[in-house]
Nanobody, 124 residues
C-alpha cells in the first residue's frame, strides 16, 4: 500500500512560483502512475497533471496550466513534484497528490491512494 504526503504549499503573489512535493512510501514507487488534482471552495475536484509509471513516463496537463506547470518524479527518492510558475489567482486551491497502479489517468476516481493535500493561495 502506498502512503502519500504533500508539502510546499503556501501564499505567493501573482506571477510567482511554487514547488509542491509528494513523498511516497514503499519500494515500488516506479510502478505507480501519479497525479495532481486541485479543488477550490465551492468547485469540483479538477485534474491538473499526471505522469505515468516507470523511468521515462509520459505527462499530461489540463489546458489551463500548460506551459506554466511541470510535473516530474524522482523514483530513487520516491517523490513526485509539481513546479508551478506564472501563478494566477485562479490557481488558488487545495492541491492533492494521488497514485494508482498501472497506466496514466485523468480521472480522480481511478486513483486509489491520496494524500491529505496542501493549500496554495495566489494573491497580492
Amino acid at each position: 500500500q502506498v502512503q502519500l504526503g504533500e508539502s510546499g504549499g503556501g501564499l505567493v503573489q501573482p506571477g510567482g512560483s511554487l514547488r509542491l512535493s509528494c513523498a511516497a512510501s514503499g519500494p515500488s514507487f516506479s510502478m505507480y502512475s501519479m497525479g495532481w488534482f486541485r479543488q477550490a471552495p465551492g468547485k469540483e475536484r479538477e485534474f491538473v497533471a499526471s505522469i505515468s509509471w516507470g523511468w521515462s513516463g509520459g505527462k499530461r496537463y489540463v489546458d489551463s496550466v500548460k506551459g506554466r506547470f511541470t510535473i516530474s518524479r524522482d523514483n530513487a527518492a520516491n517523490t513526485m513534484y509539481l513546479q508551478m510558475s506564472s501563478l494566477k489567482p485562479e490557481d488558488t486551491a487545495h492541491y492533492y497528490c494521488a497514485a494508482r497502479k498501472g497506466g496514466i489517468s485523468l480521472k480522480w476516481d481511478e486513483y486509489e491512494y491520496w494524500g491529505q493535500g496542501t493549500q496554495v493561495i495566489v494573491s497580492s
